[in-house]
């Protein structure tokens, strides 16, 4: 099949178009995946996850593929991510925001097939045994990553208005303002049940090297904060396409084991759906 130009830096082209990124396509630990309900275990030695309150510094980016806020640790005191899943001490160096073009699209991750329109997701790297990021991304346990799912509302979320509103300074790809005296706290919801499996960066080169840990409870966004993000555009000139639709697509879990710190009972499991926990009863064929 003949694959144009500018189509090579689709996701689904990333192993083609650069040789250093084949396992994108080859990889067996590959994010995002769906969150299939039936077939989580409950794993009672996992501890609770801790997720540092201190406020942070970054810088604002719109990178034409998506929007990140790349964190300025130098600032302030180091943001933490321990706990959970976790057996080191993960510092956070970036925050990125998924998103799509309607309402029933633009998360990463899914839940018992279920998109999303929005995810939010916090990057911390294993700074005991590694020198910086990159050496991090390259790393078994190297990196972390919590994502926050987001459900539409009809009121808006005032702090992650915050992000928001840096984002429409950012409009054209390249683009960057500052973010200072953030509390990612605050936006985060208040649940202490988690999903978690081993997976991969989402973007280029895929390293399988992420250890995933998915909240189990969403926020809300308005569809007015939706379509304000919907206006951004992934090339440097004005007129040019919209960003939408910046995420990956599921990809096959392969088997692989996903744990949650939810209890069962009755084989029972938890999932997120309408905005709070419901507990949904596996198939009789199922486990």
């Keep these: 099949m003949r694959v144009l130009k500018n189509e090579l830096m689709r996701p689904?082209?990333?192993?083609?178009?650069?040789?250093?990124?084949?396992?994108?396509?080859?990889?067996?630990?590959?994010?995002?995946?769906?969150?299939?309900?039936?077939?989580?275990?409950?794993?009672?030695?996992?501890?609770?996850?801790?997720?540092?309150?201190?406020?942070?510094?970054?810088?604002?980016?719109?990178?034409?593929?998506?929007?990140?806020l790349l964190i300025?640790?130098?600032?302030?005191?180091?943001?933490?991510?321990?706990?959970?899943?976790?057996?080191?001490k993960y510092t956070l160096y970036e925050i990125k925001i998924h998103f799509g073009?309607?309402?029933s699209i633009g998360s990463e991750h899914s839940i018992g097939g279920k998109k999303f329109p929005l995810e939010i997701q916090l990057y911390g790297y294993n700074g005991e045994i590694n020198k910086n990021i990159s050496?991090?991304?390259?790393?078994?346990?190297?990196?972390?990553?919590?994502?926050?799912?987001?459900q539409v509302t009809d009121h808006d979320n005032d702090y992650l208005d915050i992000l928001i509103q840096a984002a429409m300074k950012v409009r054209l790809k390249g683009m960057t303002t500052p973010v200072l005296n953030f509390f990612p706290m605050e936006f985060l919801p208040v649940t202490p049940s988690f999903v978690t499996y081993e997976g991969s960066v989402t973007r280029p080169g895929c390293m399988e090297t992420v250890t995933w840990v998915i909240l189990n409870k969403p926020i809300h966004v308005s569809h007015n904060q939706l379509e304000s993000l919907r206006?951004?555009?992934?090339?440097?000139?004005?007129?040019?396409?919209?960003?939408?639709?910046?995420?990956?697509?599921?990809?096959?879990?392969?088997?692989?084991?996903?744990?949650?710190?939810?209890?069962?009972?009755?084989?029972?499991?938890?999932?997120?759906?309408?905005?709070?926990?419901?507990?949904?009863?596996?198939?009789?064929?199922?486990?």
Aim: hydrophobic share 30%; net charge positive; aromatic share 6%.
């Design 12 to 68: 689904r082209y990333w192993g083609i178009h650069n040789p250093d990124w084949s396992i994108c396509n080859k990889g067996k630990y590959q994010s995002p995946i769906n969150i299939d309900p039936k077939i989580l275990v409950h794993d009672p030695h996992m501890k609770h996850l801790n997720i540092s309150k201190y406020q942070i510094d970054g810088l604002f980016r719109n990178n034409g593929h998506d929007l990140s």
């Design 72 to 88: 300025n640790n130098t600032n302030t005191k180091p943001f933490f991510i321990t706990g959970g899943p976790l057996s080191y």
């Design 101 to 103: 073009d309607h309402d």
């Design 135 to 150: 050496q991090a991304l390259s790393a078994p346990h190297g990196i972390a990553a919590v994502s926050i799912l987001a």
């Design 231 to 287: 206006s951004l555009t992934n090339h440097d000139n004005s007129g040019q396409s919209l960003m939408e639709n910046n995420f990956r697509i599921t990809m096959p879990s392969h088997g692989r084991l996903i744990r949650t710190n939810i209890k069962s009972k009755a084989k029972v499991v938890s999932t997120l759906q309408n905005g709070a926990v419901k507990r949904i009863k596996p198939e009789r064929s199922g486990i």
